[in-house]
């Protein structure tokens, strides 16, 4: 069974940085795609970043300068790096997993999502 589990959320201010950690388990077949998405309540889950098995990236246009997804295969972990934050970049923050190699951004592409790590960031 597989299982993803996020970290490194937390309370920021303008400007700050912070690294959110997605360690997958369980997991088999060497062919993937694990994202990252954000929703605010109210709102629906947005698609952040997204990293392939070939270690493709795409990341969505409205971070693109500030935030960097990576993984790490022997860990098997991906990040998120997120820099220069801002308030609207406050969200929980979630990764999700899908068996196909093709990146997407689209949260309907996914079936395995862990439960997510808060990000706020203070003004």
């Known amino acids: 069974q597989v299982h993803l589990v996020e970290s490194g959320g937390g309370s920021v201010q303008t400007g700050g940085s912070l690294q959110l950690s997605c360690v997958v388990s369980?997991?088999?077949?060497?062919?993937?795609?694990v994202a990252w998405f954000r929703q605010v309540p109210g709102k629906e889950r947005e698609g952040v970043a997204a990293?392939?098995?070939?270690?493709?990236?795409t990341v969505a246009g409205f971070v693109m300068d500030r935030f960097t997804i990576s993984q790490d295969n022997a860990k098997n972990t991906v990040y998120l790096q997120m820099n220069s934050l801002k308030p609207e970049d406050t969200a929980m923050y979630y990764c999700a997993r899908r068996q196909h190699r093709s990146l997407s951004l689209f949260a309907e592409s996914y079936s395995l999502w862990g439960q997510g790590t808060q990000v706020t960031v203070s003004s």
């Open positions: 369980g997991a088999a077949g060497s062919a993937y795609a």
């Open positions: 990293i392939d098995s070939g270690g493709s990236t």
